[in-house]
């Protein structure tokens, strides 16, 4: 069984940033992808940014060039999501979600608010 274990998030003001961090616990080897997802009030849950073991990433293109996905040393499954120049539209809660095995394992969701 694999646990995610998030940490950040918070409330900020529009223009500032906040970091993310997730780490996956349990029984963990060979190729996974982890990332980010966020789910807005009546809105469906959207990819943020993932990241494969190998470094490889990719961005919702609403968050390029804001947002940064990465991940700790081999053998430490631990991702971050540094988000800077945070607008109101990024409010949500935000998931971490790792894809393993072929196996979708999700966390319980962080609240990011952006005050306008």
């Not at 223009?15 to 190729?31: E, P, T």
């Not at 293109?61 to 700790?72: A, E, L, M, N, Q």
């Not at 949500?92 to 999700?106: D, E, G, S, T, V």
Request: glycine letters at 12%.
């Amino acid at each position: 069984q694999v646990q995610l274990v998030e940490s950040g998030g918070g409330l900020v003001e529009s223009g500032g940033s906040l970091r993310l961090s997730c780490a996956a616990r349990g029984r963990i080897s060979g190729i996974w992808t982890m990332g980010w997802y966020r789910q807005a009030p009546g809105k469906e849950r959207e990819l943020v940014a993932r990241i494969i073991v190998n470094g490889m990433t990719d961005y919702a293109d609403s968050v390029k060039g804001r947002f940064t996905i990465s991940r700790d040393g081999p053998g430490k499954n631990v991702i971050h999501l540094q988000m800077n120049s945070l607008k109101p539209e990024d409010t949500a809660l935000y998931y971490c979600n790792i894809n393993y095995l072929q196996r979708n394992f999700w966390g319980q969701g962080t609240q990011v608010t952006v005050s306008s």
